[in-house]
């Protein structure tokens, strides 16, 4: 009861997916942490497992399209139907690496889509070298959207009142190869 997920089981149901040579996942597992570098790899596993939700920790990270991890990420997306993306990082160098991580928590459509975001929020135009999207415009609407339709952000002074002592609990998961770790 209570304790470090309430309702979501212990930590002996936590388990660590590694390597990219997927094996099975434990039956007991509720919870499931796996990097992005070898996501790709173990999709069809998670994807047998019919995960209900996912937690993008770090989701800034899968901020262009056509990279494996963002790859992996919207595909993982597209079968799981509650999506959280944390970021400790509230900045980034243009808006247009907002477009995959919305695209992964489903949220780009409330933008008019990829075509319309790119255009309203990043300059994007047909350049001499083909499509380009490296501007930043619009910026104060583009900020009052992302709070209106899916962004919180909230400051470490704002909630320390909220937040219990805080609490460390070792889960030792197995590693393989171990030395690559």
């Not at 930590?11 to 499931?32: E, K, Q, Y």
């Not at 998670?46 to 901020?63: C, M, N, Q, T, W």
């Not at 991890?69 to 243009?94: E, K, V, Y």
């Amino acid at each position: 009861a209570g304790g470090w997920a309430p309702g979501r089981g212990t930590p002996a149901g936590v388990g660590g997916l590694n390597g990219r040579s997927p094996g099975p996942i434990p039956t007991d597992t509720r919870l499931l942490i796996v990097s992005y570098d070898v996501l790709d790899a173990w999709l069809s596993t998670i994807f047998r497992a019919r995960p209900v939700g996912v937690v993008y920790d770090e989701i800034h990270l899968s901020k262009h399209y056509a990279a494996r991890r963002s790859r992996a990420c919207m595909a993982l997306a597209t079968r799981t139907p509650i999506r959280l993306g944390l970021s400790g990082t509230p900045l980034l160098n243009r808006p247009a690496e907002l477009a995959a991580p919305l695209a992964i928590l489903g949220r780009l459509a409330d933008f008019g889509g990829v075509d319309r975001f790119m255009t309203r929020y990043c300059d994007g135009h047909l350049g001499p070298h083909g499509y380009e999207a490296k501007g930043a415009t619009r910026l104060d609407e583009l900020h009052d959207e992302l709070r209106r339709r899916c962004y919180l952000r909230r400051e470490r002074a704002e909630i320390m009142g909220e937040l219990p002592p805080v609490t460390r609990v070792l889960v030792p998961l197995p590693l393989d190869p171990a030395a690559g770790y």
